[in-house]
């Protein structure tokens, strides 16, 4: 009976001389889902993703991709993967590079290059009455194009398992976008796609479930739904007839009752301190004569709990760095 995970990872540690990049750490990604390996650079993400992909072996532990051990060759052609390192051979042209690729995945020469063509005129590399950068070499194209040549081509063999190493790096905001609906129409065909990231957005946007880590541990995992109804909220959004003043924005500028002093503005999201209670601070602006539209507890997004159980270093910084 197959397994209902796509990748099952157990106890697994990696040390690199006197520094452990990955600590104990265990996960399951359930198939059919888009999986979110979060965390700032150099916490581990990399690192567990090549392990992953068998190209490095973990000191400790074990490994399952498609409910077998990693290092079964038979997964090989199952799995699509796109590296945070890119390399493609910069001398050839883009559809003799892909043609390759896609015969490393036992693809047969017969049909590769119209499905070449299709994936080339889906992300604008081939187009009517446009260039057809197909045919150009690699090093003629800017970033952005190579990273979507080499995105292609983990996809090229339509893998049941996608494995993006910050896939978002580099690309302007229409090719991101591109790359997002692409990782979404997979999920919606029953592929698993696993994506690390420190952009926390990115990860809200179009994970089902998330993995955060730091400093080589997993810090929490689980759904987002889950993620964020475990982090109890004590964010208020407000909205005001007109900017409050007076008793009310002494209220809000409270250290008891309001982490963060606020400026007067309709529109506010303040944090409420342990003990503060939200119905006295609601009461509380009623009675001070406020005119309130609305008053409304949220739920933490990723990038705060993010904030919250790890810090600031490395989240939506855009530096690469070894993970």
């Not at 699509?80 to 036992?106: A, H, I, N, T």
Request: proline share 5%.
């Amino acid at each position: 009976m197959p397994s209902h995970y796509a990748i099952e990872i157990i106890g697994v540690q990696k040390r690199y001389e006197a520094h452990v990049a990955v600590r104990d750490l265990s996960l399951r990604v359930p198939r059919g889902t888009v999986y979110g390996l979060l965390g700032p650079n150099g916490a581990g993400k990399t690192s567990t993703i090549r392990m992953i992909m068998n190209i490095i072996a973990p000191d400790a532990g074990e490994i399952r991709v498609l409910g077998v051990s990693s290092s079964d060759p038979s997964i090989a052609d199952r799995v699509g993967y796109l590296p945070e390192e890119r390399g493609l051979y910069r001398k050839m042209r883009v559809r003799e590079v892909l043609r390759f690729l896609g015969r490393l995945k036992s693809l047969p020469k017969a049909g590769l290059d119209a499905r070449i063509d299709g994936w080339l005129e889906r992300f604008q590399l081939r187009g009517a009455g446009g260039t057809d950068w197909g045919r150009a070499r690699v090093d003629e194209l800017s970033r952005g194009m190579q990273q979507k040549v080499q995105f292609i081509g983990a996809l090229l063999h339509d893998p049941e398992l996608v494995i993006l190493d910050e896939p978002f790096s580099g690309l302007d905001p229409v090719n991101a976008q591109a790359l997002k609906d692409t990782v979404l129409e997979l999920r919606a065909r029953g592929r698993t796609v696993i994506f690390s990231t420190h952009v926390m957005e990115n990860a809200e946007r179009m994970c089902d479930a998330v993995c955060i880590i730091a400093r080589g541990e997993k810090v929490l995992d689980g759904t987002v739904s889950d993620v964020r109804a475990a982090h109890a909220s004590r964010i208020v959004r407000l909205v005001f007839e007109a900017p409050p003043e007076g008793a009310a924005m002494a209220l809000l500028q409270d250290r008891n009752m309001v982490v963060h002093g606020v400026e007067p503005s309709r529109h506010l999201e303040v944090e409420l301190t342990a003990s503060a209670d939200p119905q006295r601070l609601l009461a509380g602006l009623l009675a001070s004569g406020a005119r309130i539209e609305r008053f409304e507890l949220v739920r933490p997004s990723l990038h705060r709990i993010f904030l919250e159980r790890v810090g600031a270093d490395g989240v939506e910084t855009g530096l690469s760095g070894h993970g």
